[in-house]
């Protein structure tokens, strides 16, 4: 343990693809389980998982994984809502990674590529960064930033206490894995042009 926990943002409607992508299955595994896995795996601090409507779908699909699923009951409102619901469960953490439940290719040596940068450079914000392109996961310290958090608003997520904080910030250099995420028709046909099996899930 690390004194670093996870926080995975999994409370969106796929209103654009009409059915819930986070239980789509990518070689037989979903969307959701992949995303959550490297935060497991990299074994940092407790993994929580922020979701919505389908809260209880997505608690079923992990299943088995060492999370704690929360259920935001303000969703509708926006990311923010979901950042400010994970706050509770952050108690006693020096730092958090927040990632988004639909990007399912981030690997455990980026997490553990970012927690080593935040550890020798002092800097509070550590972002992945790909063709001058902001990603996820961001890590981000809990305590200088604990107060904003808890008053975001709207559907901008961390992206205020960011651009709020820029000299706080580090990027590292990361693949598009970071910048890929699921949310329309032709994310999918991209995964099958790159010799994934897709295939819907529970809805």
């Known amino acids: 343990m690390t ?15 009409g059915f819930n992508k986070l239980t789509l299955k990518i070689d037989s595994e979903t969307v959701i389980r992949r995303s959550v896995f490297p935060f497991l795996e990299a074994d940092l601090g407790s993994v929580v998982v ?4 389908s809260a209880s779908l997505i608690a079923q699909e992990l299943d088995g994984l060492n999370t704690t699923v929360v259920y935001n009951e303000n969703h509708a409102s926006g990311m923010s809502s979901s950042v400010k619901a994970a706050l509770p469960w952050l108690r006693g953490a020096k730092a958090v990674f927040f990632h988004l439940g639909d990007k399912p290719f981030v690997k455990k040596k980026l997490l553990e590529d970012m927690v080593e940068a935040y550890r020798t450079t002092g800097k ?4 992945p960064v790909c063709k001058g392109k902001k990603g996820h996961p961001v890590l981000i310290s809990v ?6 958090m ?6 901008r997520g961390l992206r205020e206490v960011i651009e709020k904080h820029k000299e706080d910030v580090l990027c590292i250099e990361a693949d598009e894995d ?7 028709a032709d994310d999918i046909r991209s995964l099958k042009q790159r010799g994934y099996k897709v295939e819907k899930g529970k809805s």
């Open 3 to 17: 004194g670093i926990c996870s926080v995975i943002l999994a409370a969106g409607s796929s209103r654009r693809l």
């Open 50 to 53: 922020v979701a919505g409507p």
């Open 124 to 127: 509070n914000i550590v972002i």
């Open 143 to 148: 305590a200088p930033y604990l107060d904003e």
């Open 150 to 155: 808890r008053g975001l608003d709207g559907d």
């Open 178 to 184: 970071v910048l890929f995420d699921i949310d329309t």
